[in-house]
Every structure is written in C-alpha cells, then in structure tokens.
Nanobody, 119 residues
Framework: QVQLVESGGGLVQSGGSLRLACAAS????????VGWYRQAPGKRRELVAR???????NYADSVKGRFTISRDNAKNTVYLQMNGLKPEDTAVYYC?????WGLGSRGSWGQGTQVTVSS
C-alpha cells in the first residue's frame, strides 16, 4: 500500500490559518482521487475536500470558501490550505488516496494530524 505522511497540524486561534501537507512515499499509479478527511471526538470521519481524477474538486459545505485543496504531482504531495478557521474545525485530519484496483478500488490513509482551533 501507499505510505502517506501528513504534516502541518497544530494549535491556532479562531480566524487563523494552517496549511496541511500529505506526502506520498513515491509516485502513485491509477489514482481515482486524493483528499482530506477529518474526525472530531465522538463523530464520524467526514470528507473535507478531494481532487478527483481529471482535476475536479469536492468540498464539504462547511469549508467551502475557506479551505482549498491542491496537488503537486512533482512532489507527490497534496495540500489543504485552511483559512478562517473555526473551533468546529477542530479534529484529526487524515489524508486519503483512492486507487483503481482490479475491478474496484483501494484506499490508503495517513496517520492523521491534529488541528485544534481555540475560540
């Protein structure tokens, strides 16, 4: 499986910004999508943003206009620029890659990076 390493999390005040990065161990074949998910305590993991093969993007309604996902293929890295952070953005953020695998797909996850937004 693909090795993914996230970085860039931390503690920030409400209204602040952070940029998360997810670096892959090497080039990744047959990508269907790359994205960021988050999981707050007691809640389900949810999609934050993703880039689908072909370049289109999806964002959760709660982050539209504040977060931007981007990808640097030369560096095998995907980023999440988070502006206007709110306390409700506090969660562990996980990087995800979905690949074509046989007739289906398989997913790889990073270990997660904590984002804490204080009010």
């Amino acid at each position: 499986q693909v090795q993914l390493v996230e970085s860039g999390g931390g503690l920030v005040q409400s209204g602040g910004s952070l940029r998360l990065a997810c670096a892959a161990s090497g080039s990744i074949p047959s990508i269907l999508s790359v994205g960021w998910y988050r999981q707050a305590p007691g809640k389900r993991r949810e999609l934050v943003a993703r880039i689908i093969d072909g370049g289109s993007t999806n964002y959760a309604d709660s982050v539209k206009g504040r977060f931007t996902i981007s990808r640097d293929n030369a560096k095998n890295t995907v980023y999440l620029q988070m502006n206007g952070l709110k306390p409700e953005d506090t969660a562990v953020y996980y990087c995800n890659v979905e690949q074509r695998w046989g007739l289906g797909s398989r997913g790889s996850w990073g270990q997660g990076t904590q984002v804490t937004v204080s009010s």
